[in-house]
């Protein structure tokens, strides 16, 4: 190696906390995203923006990109997707027309209807599969999504 460049520090990568927990969202998620993708045809993304509105009603786009930490135009597009498929409405706020409202359609509620209990099944598979381990993991999380002081 030349002598101008520095030798890299000692670094494992597969202890890093925030590499650790990126890899185990993204399976944890791809194991559920497999069984609603084919049973509902919907993306991670898709399912994200739905699970949200069947939690909280209506809801502006800008409120969805907050919550479920997704970027404004992954919103947008999988928005656009469901609104093709006729299971979300969108129509302007009233009070400040710069804001989207969205809302499942009575077929959005029905899948969702179906699809929830998977993803309860889901959960109830990881807290078996995590054991004793699964209290301790809940307050970890609760301590990394609290806002930094």
Do not use: C
């Not at 185990?24 to 994200?48: D, M, N």
């Amino acid at each position: 190696m030349p002598n101008d460049i520095p030798p890299l520090p000692e670094f494992d990568l597969y202890s890093f906390t925030p590499y650790r927990l990126a890899v185990a969202a993204k399976r944890t998620s791809e194991e559920l995203a497999r069984k609603y993708r084919e049973r509902f045809g919907i993306s991670i993304p898709e399912w994200r923006v739905l699970v949200h509105l069947a939690h909280s009603g209506k809801v502006s786009v800008r409120d969805i990109e907050a919550r479920v930490a997704m970027e404004k135009y992954e919103v947008s597009r999988a928005a656009k997707r469901l609104r093709e498929a006729n299971l979300i409405e969108r129509k302007e706020n009233p009070t400040d027309r710069r804001l989207v409202i969205l809302t499942l359609t009575p077929a959005g509620h029905k899948m969702m209807a179906e699809l929830l209990p998977l993803a309860k099944s889901h959960q109830a598979a990881l807290e078996a599969r995590l054991g004793d381990a699964f209290e301790q993991l809940e307050a970890g999380l609760e301590q990394l999504l609290k806002e930094p002081e």
